[in-house]
């Protein structure tokens, strides 16, 4: 499902598009980090739990910091006009 709203994101045009899809994936993260603790149980057992559990919950914070440190402002910059302004396609 998370993969569905994502496409919409890439594919999807317009103010309508966001207040579909933000929501969607809102409720997928949800899902996710909710379900997470039980996931690292079944995966890996209960031995070492805590450790297994933070370093999973530490991916995201070490994944997204160069998406938003050299990624997303590059982006930015190749789509922005001459004022500074962003406003998609």
């Keep these: 499902a998370a993969a569905l709203v994502h ?11 966001l207040i579909a899809a933000t929501p969607c994936l809102g409720f997928c993260y949800g899902c996710y980090w909710s379900l997470q603790p039980l996931l690292v149980v079944e995966l890996f057992g209960r031995r ?6 933070s370093l999973l919950s530490l991916a995201p914070v070490v994944g997204s910091t160069p998406l938003c440190r050299f990624a997303v402002p590059a982006f930015y910059d190749a789509h922005a006009d001459a004022a500074g302004w962003c406003t998609g396609r």
């Design 48 to 53: 070492s739990f805590g450790s297994k559990y």
């Design 7 to 17: 496409a919409a994101f890439a594919f999807g045009e317009g103010r309508l598009t």
